[in-house]
């Protein structure tokens, strides 16, 4: 009797070890965060697997010295096509000198951002991210060389420094003066604010000189002021000879329309930076000679750099160090070059689709250096 009931039990041993090893174990589907709606699928390996994860949101600062115009308005369709595709929300803030850089910065501490980017540093850099680390808001800029800014070695350590993108203003600006030169004005002006504003105006106006110094030319003038109107109708009629003009700022109001207006067509050179008007009249009236673009491009790179930071995958260099990318501006030389600028500059020059994979929730293995090979990739 013992041996029958120990032949059953063992029977039923054997049984539940095959049935056992016959079955299999389905883990738990993983649970996306209800809360926010951006639905995006991840890519592990750089391709799409199809597993939807969720985005969240965040509330982000976007400062610029201007929130009107068409230079302007490209940087935000670019942001805005970013911020759609991650749930979050934009708020606006302006400032071009140093002290409206700081009270915007601390505007939009107070109305509760997550983080900013900040294309308008104002040269105060440091100031600002001791506001932005007193507020727990992560800060990246764009537009602004702030290797050059004092106090750059101490706050590129600071916890809630992403990093920034920025081009070489002083290179390209002695670009211009060069081709001006080379294309006949010898008698070249500069036009622009006072020093100390902007690291970015100041490395213009140190390009600029760089060109003619190398020409041996001598400058007509520097027309630097606050007062900016003022300034370039002193400066046309008190040279009415000049032959080319460099404008570190946007001289679309203050010079492009009275050069228009004067039937200067074909006599003076003049080159903008973030412009406004109808640029490309001005390149086919032969009164716009140059015309630097790009920075809407840099605003994107940054956007995705202070993403991932608010997601806890703050995009660092092999050092630890918060990376600053170069990145090439472009320069337009024509009716045609612009008017195709424009063309892709619609709805911003990077697409989510293109940006995405550089997204750790989206792409596990982002990689800045990818990120970076193609911020400096970009040309026309």
Not at 186 to 206: H, N, T, V, Y
Not at 317 to 334: F, N, R, W
Request: with cysteine; hydrophobic share 45%; net charge negative.
């Amino acid at each position: 009797m013992k041996r029958k009931l120990f032949s059953v039990l063992s029977l039923i041993l054997v049984m539940t070890l095959v049935l056992a090893a016959c079955g299999t174990k389905t883990p738990p589907p993983a649970s996306p965060s209800p809360s926010e709606p951006a639905t995006q699928s991840p890519e592990p390996s750089g391709e799409p697997q199809g597993e939807e994860v969720e985005l969240p949101g965040f509330h982000i600062g976007l400062m610029v010295y201007t929130n009107s115009g068409a230079w302007f308005d490209r940087i935000k369709a670019g942001v805005d096509a970013l911020a759609n595709a991650t749930g979050c929300t934009i708020t606006l803030a302006d400032g071009s000198t140093p002290d409206e850089a700081i009270a915007a910065v601390e505007n939009l501490c107070a109305a509760g951002v997550d983080g900013i980017v900040d294309l308008a540093t104002g040269g105060v850099s440091a100031r600002l991210l001791q506001i932005c680390e007193e507020n727990g808001v992560y800060f990246v800029a764009a537009n602004n060389n702030l290797l050059n800014e004092e106090g750059y070695e101490t706050f590129r350590k600071n916890p809630y420094y992403v990093g920034s993108v920025y081009a070489d203003d002083k290179q390209i600006s002695y670009d211009i003066v060069k081709d001006m030169i080379a294309k006949g004005a010898s008698k070249i002006a500069l036009f622009g604010l006072p020093p100390g504003i902007s690291a970015a105006f100041d490395s213009r106006f140190a390009g600029a000189y760089e060109a003619l110094a190398e020409a041996n030319i001598q400058v007509l003038t520097e027309a630097r002021s606050f007062v900016m109107p003022e300034a370039a109708q002193n400066l046309l009629t008190q040279y009415p000879d000049v032959e080319a003009i460099f404008s570190a700022v946007n001289a679309s109001n203050y010079l492009f329309q009275p050069l228009m207006a004067g039937g200067y067509g074909g006599k003076v050179m003049l080159n903008l930076f973030d412009d406004d008007g109808d640029v490309a009249t001005g390149f086919s009236q032969g009164i716009v000679s140059h015309a630097v673009e790009g920075v809407n491009a840099q605003a994107q790179f940054a956007f995705i750099m202070l993403y991932n930071a608010l997601t806890e995958h703050k995009m660092t260099m092999s050092d630890g160090s918060a990376p600053d990318i170069l990145m090439p501006y472009l320069l337009l030389t024509s009716a045609d070059e612009y008017n195709a600028f424009l063309e892709r500059a619609e709805g911003g020059i990077y697409s989510w689709d293109e940006l995405k994979e550089f997204v750790a929730l989206v792409n596990p293995n982002a990689s800045l250096d990818d990120m970076i090979a193609l911020a400096q990739s970009f040309s026309k």
